[in-house]
């Protein structure tokens, strides 16, 4: 509710605040003291208030004291005012019985009114309802007079009437027992039409007796005109359902039967196109004047078609349908999956032709939801077929899985058995041996979750330790005699669990450096090969009539996301697995001191032995597979192990020659002590001294290094630690070249 404005008093202007503030509907006190307090002090916003405090107390007893007359005269005034009241209750108690009166004759009249109306409604239905069953008397008296007209007329011998004649006089019977159905139905409950209801009923026999044999009879002469009449008859007595049962009956069933078991001994896929190719050719060659009445076909009177009718749906398809399911149960037996999904594609191209038959859009979609069709779909057990088909899809991948990482067969792109299972599961979900149309959801479905088992396994397979090479030929024996029951992958920590377990079981659960290498091959192969996939599935999606292609392309480049998300993991194994093989004999620079100290040793002119060793694992994997992997991975796969073995090695040679220089000056400081000539370190012949023939043979070992960096396809610069290897033993050259005499 709105506040109703009031007018305040006028103040003083000396006021620090306005008096306007108080008749806000936000008004706080709170904030209105804190504003106040900001122009003058709390004593004198007291004096403010409290003078405005007395100018509006004032205010109001000017309010009062001016309307105070009109308050006491209120009393004055209403002297006399019971007298006036008593007066007029006589006049009004008077008016409110007559009012009354009036009212009760009114209601009377109304209600006389209303019996008089409700026994005229009663009258008229009643005569309706007389009407009514007079109307059936005359249809069946009429109906009647025809049929023992035409009797008499068929026992003359003067006078024969033709089909056609016949034709005209049921359709004139069958208007007027039109017209009799309706008054009967209106007339329900009477016991004058449950008298006539046995002429009734005999009526009704003989006259679908009559247009049975009437259009039977039109069907074998092919006489247009006459079954044109026989079914204009059937559309205006509302049974074109019976004359389409009878067509089925009569002329469909027979033909069915002995088309279905003729072939029946020949279930196979060819018997069946055979069988349906003939069940096809009953259309044109039996159907053709029913369709050329109805609609389906051109006339050529040009006459205006019957409507009402689908004897393909209704008629023709009911019993090819159930010819099948009762005389072909095998059809739809899913034992054979090979043979089920033949014979399923060869029916379903029948069910595709048999449309096409159809006479417009109209009738196929009444042909789609009539349950005879319905009915014959579902006879086809296609889960059951694709549990066969996952069982067989998903055992040859888990079995592929679990062999110990076969080698994949000739000729196939991929490396590992376990990578060309997964591929070759992928394409059978979407070969034409394999898919059917209804299906495609739960394919794609499977097709997604091959990919995440692929994914785990990679995933799986990086956590496996890493065989080394006096364990790799033990290992494959054992993982040939564990193919039938292997073992489950081990997780990092098993062989601290297990303790003394089995050396077989530790090995088969164990991976070797090449078996990594050749799966991130078959991962840039299978990441590279799901764009075709794609191409693939599309046409096959098409075919249902799916659209949304961003979802499907999206979701496999999830699944390719992945598979791209596990090839760093493995090449990190795969470049740890290098770098310390690299440097288990890269470690073996610890003993050049002890190769030349005190053994008289010729001068180095060649590297040491170890280093060959040490780089015989990068020149295997760029021979071996090189031609596998790409070229960015392999180098980069190069230079991260080599980076990490050359500061492992960079840190040992540093190692070894500060300890020759702390043994030089030990030996300094004891010549020094002994004021005695010492054993001097150089040789017999005063040729270079053992802590220079160390120097010198570390440095060559560096430069071999080098060398073979760069045959390796590598930049020295780019492999971390070789600057500074390459500078500490350059070092170590000039100081044995300063120290020769």
Same mark, same amino acid.
């Given at each position: 509710m709105e506040r109703r404005q009031m007018n305040l008093p006028t103040g003083p202007d000396t006021l620090c605040?306005?008096?306007?503030?108080?008749?806000?509907?936000?008004f706080d006190v709170d904030r209105f003291v804190a504003d106040c307090q900001t122009r003058v002090q709390l004593e004198e916003l007291r004096d403010h208030l409290e003078?405005?405090?007395?100018?509006?107390?004032?205010?109001?007893?000017?309010?009062? !004291?001016?309307?105070?007359?009109?308050? +006491?005269? @209120? =009393?004055? !005034?209403?002297?006399?005012?019971?007298?006036?009241?008593s007066q007029l209750s006589v006049p009004l108690g008077q008016l409110r019985e007559e009012v009354l009166s009036l009212r009760s004759s009114v209601s009377e009249g109304i209600r006389a009114v209303d019996e008089r109306m409700s026994k005229q409604e009663d009258i008229r239905k009643k005569k309706m309802c007389v009407l009514r069953l007079i109307q059936v008397i005359r249809s069946v008296e009429k109906i009647e007079k025809i049929l023992n007209s035409q009797r008499s007329k068929e026992t003359s011998s003067l006078e024969t009437s033709s089909p056609l004649l016949t034709g005209q006089i049921l359709e004139r019977i069958a208007m007027e027992f039109n017209q009799l159905q309706f008054h009967a139905v209106q007339s329900k409950g009477m016991p004058l039409l449950d008298a006539v209801r046995p002429r009734i009923a005999g009526i009704t026999a003989l006259l679908q007796q009559s247009l049975e044999g009437l259009l039977l009879e039109?069907?074998?002469? =092919?006489?247009v005109d006459i079954v044109r009449h026989c079914l204009r008859t059937y559309a205006t007595i509302d049974k074109t359902r019976d004359a389409e049962a009878l067509v089925g009956q009569v002329l469909v069933k027979p033909f069915v039967s002995e088309v279905i078991v003729e072939h029946s001994a020949e279930p196979h896929a060819a018997g069946l196109q055979v069988m349906y190719d003939k069940l096809l050719d009953f259309v044109p060659h039996h159907c053709r004047l029913l369709r050329e009445v109805t609609g389906g076909a051109v006339s050529s009177e040009k006459a205006t078609p019957v409507p009402g009718y689908d004897f393909l749906v209704n008629s023709v398809w009911p019993e090819i349908a159930q010819g099948l399911e009762e005389k072909l149960p095998s059809l739809f037996n899913p034992g054979d999956p090979d043979a089920f999904h033949q014979k399923y594609t060869v029916t379903m191209d029948f069910v595709r032709r048999f449309e096409q038959q159809c006479g417009s859009q109209a009738?196929?979609?009444?042909?789609?939801?009539? $349950?005879? &069709?319905?009915?014959?779909?579902?006879?086809?057990?296609? %889960?059951?077929?694709?549990?066969?088909?996952?069982?067989?899809?998903?055992?040859?991948?888990?079995?592929?899985?679990?062999?110990?990482?076969?080698?994949?067969?000739?000729?196939? $792109? &991929?490396?590992?058995?376990?990578? #060309?299972?997964?591929?070759? =599961?992928?394409?059978?979900?979407?070969?034409?041996?394999?898919?059917?149309? $209804?299906?495609? %959801?739960?394919?794609?479905?499977l097709t997604l979750q091959i990919l995440a088992r692929f994914s785990v396994f990679v995933q799986e397979l990086s956590l496996r330790p890493i065989a080394n090479e006096s364990a790799k030929d033990v290992k494959k024996l054992s993982v040939a005699g564990g193919k039938d029951a292997p073992t489950a992958p081990a997780t990092p920590g098993s062989g601290d669990n297990q303790g003394d377990g089995s050396l077989d079981a530790k090995l088969v659960a164990s991976v070797s450096n090449a078996q990594l290498v050749l799966m991130v091959a078959d991962l840039d192969r299978l990441q590279e090969q799901l764009p075709e996939l794609l191409e693939t599935i599309r046409p096959k999606l098409e075919m249902i009539g799916f659209e949304n292609f961003s979802s499907i392309s999206d979701a496999l480049e999830d699944s390719r996301s992945a598979l791209l998300a596990c090839i760093p993991t493995l090449g990190h194994r795969v470049t740890q697995d290098l770098s310390?093989?690299?440097?288990? #004999?890269?470690?073996?620079?610890?003993?050049?001191?002890?190769? &030349?100290?005190?053994?008289?040793?010729? +001068?180095?002119?060649?590297?040491?032995? &170890?280093?060959? =060793?040490?780089?015989?694992?990068? #020149?295997?994997?760029?021979?071996? #597979?090189?031609?596998? @992997?790409? $070229?960015?991975? @392999?180098?980069?796969w190069l230079e991260g192990a080599l980076s990490v073995s050359t500061c492992k090695y960079c840190e040992t040679v540093s190692d070894v020659l500060s300890s020759v220089r702390k043994m030089e000056e030990s030996l300094k400081r004891l010549k020094q002590a002994r004021r005695a000539p010492a054993a001097s370190p150089a040789g017999p012949s005063g040729g270079m001294s053992d802590d220079d023939k160390i120097r010198l043979q570390l440095a060559l070992d560096a430069e071999y290094l080098g060398e073979q960096i760069q045959k390796l396809g590598l930049h020295p610069?780019?492999?971390?630690?070789?600057?500074?290897?390459?500078?500490?033993?350059?070092a170590a050259r000039d100081q044995a070249a300063a120290e020769q005499p």
């Amino acid at each position: 509710m709105e506040r109703r404005q009031m007018n305040l008093p006028t103040g003083p202007d000396t006021l620090c605040f306005d008096k306007d503030e108080f008749m806000k509907e936000a008004f706080d006190v709170d904030r209105f003291v804190a504003d106040c307090q900001t122009r003058v002090q709390l004593e004198e916003l007291r004096d403010h208030l409290e003078l405005c405090y007395r100018r509006l107390k004032m205010a109001m007893v000017e309010l009062i !004291n001016k309307d105070y007359a009109d308050f +006491v005269n @209120l =009393s004055t !005034n209403l002297v006399g005012m019971d007298k006036a009241l008593s007066q007029l209750s006589v006049p009004l108690g008077q008016l409110r019985e007559e009012v009354l009166s009036l009212r009760s004759s009114v209601s009377e009249g109304i209600r006389a009114v209303d019996e008089r109306m409700s026994k005229q409604e009663d009258i008229r239905k009643k005569k309706m309802c007389v009407l009514r069953l007079i109307q059936v008397i005359r249809s069946v008296e009429k109906i009647e007079k025809i049929l023992n007209s035409q009797r008499s007329k068929e026992t003359s011998s003067l006078e024969t009437s033709s089909p056609l004649l016949t034709g005209q006089i049921l359709e004139r019977i069958a208007m007027e027992f039109n017209q009799l159905q309706f008054h009967a139905v209106q007339s329900k409950g009477m016991p004058l039409l449950d008298a006539v209801r046995p002429r009734i009923a005999g009526i009704t026999a003989l006259l679908q007796q009559s247009l049975e044999g009437l259009l039977l009879e039109g069907l074998q002469t =092919s006489c247009v005109d006459i079954v044109r009449h026989c079914l204009r008859t059937y559309a205006t007595i509302d049974k074109t359902r019976d004359a389409e049962a009878l067509v089925g009956q009569v002329l469909v069933k027979p033909f069915v039967s002995e088309v279905i078991v003729e072939h029946s001994a020949e279930p196979h896929a060819a018997g069946l196109q055979v069988m349906y190719d003939k069940l096809l050719d009953f259309v044109p060659h039996h159907c053709r004047l029913l369709r050329e009445v109805t609609g389906g076909a051109v006339s050529s009177e040009k006459a205006t078609p019957v409507p009402g009718y689908d004897f393909l749906v209704n008629s023709v398809w009911p019993e090819i349908a159930q010819g099948l399911e009762e005389k072909l149960p095998s059809l739809f037996n899913p034992g054979d999956p090979d043979a089920f999904h033949q014979k399923y594609t060869v029916t379903m191209d029948f069910v595709r032709r048999f449309e096409q038959q159809c006479g417009s859009q109209a009738s196929v979609r009444r042909l789609r939801v009539h $349950p005879a &069709y319905l009915s014959f779909s579902n006879k086809w057990n296609l %889960p059951v077929y694709f549990q066969i088909r996952f069982r067989e899809v998903a055992g040859s991948l888990e079995a592929a899985l679990a062999g110990g990482l076969e080698d994949a067969p000739a000729g196939s $792109p &991929y490396c590992l058995l376990a990578s #060309h299972r997964t591929w070759c =599961s992928l394409r059978r979900c979407w070969s034409d041996a394999t898919f059917l149309p $209804p299906l495609a %959801p739960r394919l794609w479905r499977l097709t997604l979750q091959i990919l995440a088992r692929f994914s785990v396994f990679v995933q799986e397979l990086s956590l496996r330790p890493i065989a080394n090479e006096s364990a790799k030929d033990v290992k494959k024996l054992s993982v040939a005699g564990g193919k039938d029951a292997p073992t489950a992958p081990a997780t990092p920590g098993s062989g601290d669990n297990q303790g003394d377990g089995s050396l077989d079981a530790k090995l088969v659960a164990s991976v070797s450096n090449a078996q990594l290498v050749l799966m991130v091959a078959d991962l840039d192969r299978l990441q590279e090969q799901l764009p075709e996939l794609l191409e693939t599935i599309r046409p096959k999606l098409e075919m249902i009539g799916f659209e949304n292609f961003s979802s499907i392309s999206d979701a496999l480049e999830d699944s390719r996301s992945a598979l791209l998300a596990c090839i760093p993991t493995l090449g990190h194994r795969v470049t740890q697995d290098l770098s310390e093989s690299c440097f288990s #004999h890269l470690r073996s620079a610890l003993e050049v001191p002890r190769l &030349y100290r005190r053994t008289n040793k010729e +001068v180095p002119t060649t590297a040491s032995s &170890y280093m060959e =060793s040490a780089l015989r694992p990068f #020149h295997q994997l760029q021979e071996r #597979h090189g031609g596998r @992997l790409k $070229p960015t991975v @392999l180098q980069q796969w190069l230079e991260g192990a080599l980076s990490v073995s050359t500061c492992k090695y960079c840190e040992t040679v540093s190692d070894v020659l500060s300890s020759v220089r702390k043994m030089e000056e030990s030996l300094k400081r004891l010549k020094q002590a002994r004021r005695a000539p010492a054993a001097s370190p150089a040789g017999p012949s005063g040729g270079m001294s053992d802590d220079d023939k160390i120097r010198l043979q570390l440095a060559l070992d560096a430069e071999y290094l080098g060398e073979q960096i760069q045959k390796l396809g590598l930049h020295p610069s780019h492999v971390q630690g070789f600057a500074a290897l390459t500078e500490l033993v350059a070092a170590a050259r000039d100081q044995a070249a300063a120290e020769q005499p």
